[in-house]
């Protein structure tokens, strides 16, 4: 299907639906002789993984990783790496009421507009579950990523209406929101709680810092490093927007205040974001994505059935109640695979 590949030198192709045999992704322009096994990519799987808590979705899928190329003794060996995750723990059956209606918020009717077709189990294409096999590509750039000293942190800033108001990243893995706040996280947790057993979700904003990204990575004019990173988030289901450093913020404020000034020991302040004129400062890359609420809900909702007419819908079944925590690997490795492609183009460029 075209508009499944993503990067240039490292290149990411997606496949796979939530219903049919497998989900995957075939990785190209991997580096030869990186040490890589599928427990690096099974670590990340695993935090992507469905019913890690009661605010997540209770789906038992297991996302076990096959690598079925591109390795040779334990290393890369430059050809393309091929990793699979067959489906488990399907129940198709569970979609037999919506079969014919559309999901008020969900993919449903756009992809029966775009195909004449649509594959209602799980959703197909536009299923959570193809961020499995960007997750397992991310896990290769993310290794590739380490040798160059960056490093990828994302968190959930705010979920059900509650914001952190410390930083702590230690606290983030500790909690099942993965905020970096305790206190917020106990109260992002109850809430979450309270509206999946009122059968409705919530959305957040998920805050992502990648450290240690020298500058000059990124190309003008229409391949922006800004504009890369907000095509691959815009990417993922559910994200709705984007903003780097100050952000909207800087509406309201004075040219003056939001440059970043320098002193020969380095930027003062970061509004930018790690990011000017398209292409890396040096300092950290600072986004902030918004991630909407879970569409899936088991409130009463008006909506039309393929024929036009007039319905009511009410999604049963096993879904996230707070898209946040789990995206939070996903966002991690769009980033890596991006910043990979970026590091391979700039030393292209030099070569
Ligand atoms: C990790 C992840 C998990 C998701 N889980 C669900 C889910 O359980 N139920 C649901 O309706 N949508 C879920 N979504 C969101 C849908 O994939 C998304 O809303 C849908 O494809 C429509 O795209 P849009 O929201 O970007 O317009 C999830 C998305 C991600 C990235």
């Given at each position: 299907?075209?508009?499944?590949?993503?990067?240039?030198?490292?290149?990411?192709?997606?496949?796979?639906?939530?219903?049919?045999?497998?989900?995957?992704?075939?990785?190209?322009?991997?580096?030869?002789g990186l040490?890589?096994?599928?427990?690096?990519?099974?670590?990340?799987?695993?935090?992507?993984?469905?019913?890690?808590?009661d605010?997540?979705?209770?789906?038992?899928?297991?996302?076990?990783?096959?690598?079925?190329?591109?390795?040779?003794?334990?290393?890369?060996?430059?050809?393309?790496?091929?990793?699979?995750?067959?489906?488990?723990?399907m129940?198709?059956?569970?979609y037999?009421?919506?079969?014919n209606?559309?999901?008020?918020?969900?993919?449903?009717?756009t992809?029966f507009?775009?195909?004449?077709?649509?594959?209602?189990?799980?959703?197909?294409?536009?299923?959570?579950?193809?961020?499995?096999?960007?997750?397992?590509?991310?896990?290769?750039?993310?290794?590739?990523?380490?040798?160059?000293?960056?490093?990828?942190?994302?968190?959930?800033?705010?979920a059900?209406?509650?914001?952190?108001?410390?930083?702590?990243?230690?606290?983030?893995?500790?909690?099942?929101?993965?905020?970096?706040?305790?206190?917020?996280?106990?109260?992002?947790?109850?809430?979450?709680?309270?509206?999946?057993?009122?059968?409705?979700?919530t959305?957040?904003?998920?805050e992502?810092?990648?450290?240690?990204?020298?500058?000059?990575?990124?190309?003008?004019?229409?391949?922006?490093?800004?504009?890369?990173?907000?095509?691959?988030?815009l990417?993922?289901?559910?994200?709705?927007?984007?903003?780097?450093?100050?952000?909207?913020?800087?509406?309201?404020?004075?040219?003056?205040?939001?440059?970043?000034?320098?002193?020969?020991?380095?930027?003062?302040?970061?509004?930018?974001?790690?990011?000017?004129?398209g292409?890396?400062?040096?300092?950290?890359i600072v986004?902030?994505?918004?991630?909407?609420?879970?569409?899936?809900?088991?409130?009463?909702?008006?909506?039309?059935?393929?024929?036009?007419?007039?319905?009511?819908?009410?999604?049963?079944?096993?879904?996230?109640?707070?898209?946040?925590?789990?995206?939070?690997?996903?966002?991690?490795?769009?980033?890596?695979?991006?910043?990979?492609?970026?590091?391979?183009?700039?030393a292209?460029?030099?070569?």
């Open positions: 299907m075209p508009g499944s590949t993503f990067g240039n030198l490292f290149r990411v192709t997606t496949f796979g639906e939530s219903h049919g045999g497998a989900v995957g992704v075939v990785v190209d322009g991997v580096t030869p040490e890589l096994e599928p427990a690096d990519i099974q670590r990340e799987l695993d935090r992507r993984k469905p019913g890690q808590s605010v997540t979705t209770p789906r038992k899928e297991t996302d076990e990783v096959h690598i079925l190329s591109g390795i040779f003794e334990g290393k890369t060996t430059g050809t393309p790496v091929l990793c699979i995750l067959y489906n488990k723990d129940r198709p059956e569970a037999d009421d919506i079969k209606l559309f999901r008020p918020g969900h993919a449903d009717f992809y507009e775009k195909y004449g077709i649509r594959d209602y189990r799980g959703s197909g294409r536009a299923s959570g579950r193809e961020t499995a096999a960007r997750v397992a590509a991310g896990a290769i750039a993310k290794k590739l990523l380490s040798r160059r000293g960056v490093t990828i942190i994302a968190y959930t800033l705010r059900a209406q509650v914001g952190c108001t410390n930083i702590d990243y230690d606290e983030i893995e500790r909690n099942p929101m993965r905020a970096p706040d305790r206190e917020a996280a106990a109260k992002m947790v109850e809430r979450v709680k309270a509206l999946a057993e009122a059968g409705d979700s959305g957040g904003i998920v992502c810092v990648v450290k240690g990204v020298q500058p000059g990575l990124g190309d003008p004019v229409f391949e922006k490093l800004d504009a890369e990173i907000a095509r691959g988030m990417s993922l289901g559910a994200v709705k927007g984007i903003e780097f450093g100050a952000g909207f913020s800087a509406a309201d404020m004075r040219g003056s205040e939001h440059n970043d000034w320098r002193e020969s020991g380095g930027f003062l302040t970061n509004n930018a974001g790690g990011v000017l004129g292409i890396s400062t040096g300092q950290d986004f902030r994505i918004v991630v909407k609420p879970t569409s899936s809900v088991a409130v009463v909702q008006k909506t039309i059935d393929i024929e036009g007419n007039d319905r009511e819908i009410r999604t049963e079944g096993r879904h996230d109640p707070c898209i946040c925590p789990r995206i939070i690997p996903v966002v991690e490795a769009m980033v890596a695979i991006i910043l990979e492609d970026q590091y391979k183009r700039q292209a460029l030099h070569a």
